[in-house]
């Protein structure tokens, strides 16, 4: 069982930046790729970054390529998502998702992802 909690999120102007964080209960937090997702009211919850179990491998959504860098602590049971350059559309809820396979987390497939945290909100302000 893998618990998982969000912080970081707040108000940030356009341009600004923010460090998102999932901290990770259980042992088994080291063997889990890790991912991130996002939801705006009235639309689906969609992928933003993925990272695998040891961190040599990263994925990101089109939308945020070069602008978010996701990275992974497996001593400290945490997983990051670094937002640069942040612009009013990522204003969203922002879901922390742990799953063993890396490629469920890459190709969004949200039904069937194993962990989600309760999400952390990200307002963007132009």
């Known amino acids: 069982q893998v618990q998982l909690v969000e912080s970081g999120g707040g108000l940030v102007q356009a341009g600004g930046s923010l460090r998102l964080s999932c901290a990770a209960s259980?042992?088994?937090?080291?063997?889990?790729?890790m991912g991130w997702f996002r939801q705006t009211p009235g639309k689906e919850r969609e992928f933003v970054a993925a990272i695998s179990w040891n961190g040599d491998n990263t994925y990101y959504a089109d939308t945020v390529k070069g602008r978010f860098t996701i990275s992974r602590d497996n001593a400290k049971n945490t997983v990051y998502l670094q937002a640069n350059s942040l612009k009013p559309e990522d204003t969203a809820v922002y879901y922390c998702?742990?799953?063993?396979?890396?490629?469920?987390?890459?190709?969004?497939?949200?039904?069937?992802?194993?962990?989600w945290g309760q999400g952390t909100h990200v307002t963007v302000s132009s």
């Open positions: 998702a742990g799953d063993p396979d890396y490629y469920t987390l890459v190709r969004g497939t949200t039904g069937a992802v194993h962990y």
């Open positions: 259980g042992r088994t937090f080291r063997t889990y790729a």
